[in-house]
Structures are given as C-alpha cells and as structure tokens.
C-alpha cells in the first residue's frame, strides 16, 4: 500500500514510544535543562492524517559513483575523445552490478502523521498505518 499526503490513516498495532523529553525548541540532552524519561503508548485504531512521506534508500558510494559518472557521460561523453569515453563507460560499467542491486532494495517509507488526538508521529514507519476504506 502507498500511502499519500492528505490522506486518512489508523494504526494498525499499539506502539510504545520511549525518549528523552524536552520542550520542542530544546535538546533533549541540553545540560542547562533536567530532562526525563518520557514514555506514550498509542493504542492500535487511533486515527489521523498523513501530512509527509519521505522515502529512503541507503546509497553506497559505488551507487553515488555510478550516478556521478553516467551523469558526466550523458552530458559530455559526446564531447570527449574516443579513449576517455571508452575508459569512463568501463568504470561505468563495473559499478554496474552495485547500481542494479540498490535498484532491487525495497525502499524504507517513513511518514508524518497527525493523530487526531492532537500528537504527532514524525519518521514512524509507514507500514505500521492501514490506509482508511
């Protein structure tokens, strides 16, 4: 399931949080501050509105190689002599098999809801909603 901005969700399993607290325009660890131990449980069913969904891939620095390169091909490679064009396709090509298998990871979803009892989950796993029928 894809969830969307705007749209309706409800938990589909209780959550527990447990962090540091602090007002929200302080650090958790700020030293001028006492903070404590804050624990919430939200009960599967509660419901709210999607406001973000961000998407993750972690990229390794042979995906971010092979982007920079085959960018740098696409764009110059009609310009550059015949033997750097071959050399830049070859380390293209060798980066190849780590572009495929980052192409083949399952992306991480992570959304910001707003609960309808006013809290706010940021960067809570998609797949713990179920979208509303």
Known sequence: ???????????????TLAELVAPADESPTSPERGSGAGFLALAAGVEGT???????????????????????LDDFGHQMPPGSRRQLEE???????????????????????????????????GDVFIAEG
């Open 1 to 15: 399931m894809t969830l969307k901005e705007g749209q309706r969700v409800r938990l589909a399993a209780d959550l």
């Open 91 to 125: 380390q293209i090509g060798s980066l190849e098999p780590a572009w495929t298998a980052y192409q083949e990871r399952k992306l991480r979803v992570t959304v910001r809801v707003r609960l309808d009892n006013g809290f706010v989950l940021d960067g809570a796993p």
């Open 50 to 72: 999607v406001e973000r969904v961000s998407e993750h891939r972690h990229q390794s620095q042979e995906v971010r190689e092979y982007e920079r390169l085959t960018s740098l």
